[in-house]
């Protein structure tokens, strides 16, 4: 089964940091683009940032600033690089892999708590 894995969640104190990675699976070389999304606890999924095969990189303007995505990809992997967290970043983080022929893949997500 084609399934990302995320990592990196876990609780921190607001103004800290955390790196949250996802590593790709499956036929790395048909993969289109990466994304994260986040989902807080009675709210939608919303999206987070995203970073293209071709180095794209694309956030949403409420991440711009604090929020760097980048990837490695000797590693497979991409990277979420979040700074200066509030309180109301806390979340389930997702992975998404997207592949060149229109398939999807969500990852399990990780958990991200940001205490005040």
């Known amino acids: 089964q084609v399934r990302p894995v995320e990592s990196g969640g876990g609780l921190v104190q607001a103004g800290g940091s955390l790196r949250l990675s996802c590593v790709a699976s499956g036929s790395i070389a048909s993969i289109q683009a990466m994304n994260w999304y986040r989902q807080a606890p009675g709210k939608q999924r919303e999206w987070v940032a995203g970073i293209s095969t071709t180095g794209s990189i694309y956030y949403a303007d409420s991440m711009k600033g604090r929020f760097t995505i980048s990837r490695d990809n000797a590693k497979n992997t991409v990277y979420l690089q979040m700074n200066s967290l509030k309180p109301e970043d806390t979340a389930v983080y997702y992975c998404?892999?997207?592949?060149?022929?229109?398939?999807?893949?969500w990852g399990q997500g990780t958990q991200v708590t940001v205490s005040s």
């Open positions: 998404r892999q997207s592949m060149g022929d229109g398939l999807t893949y």
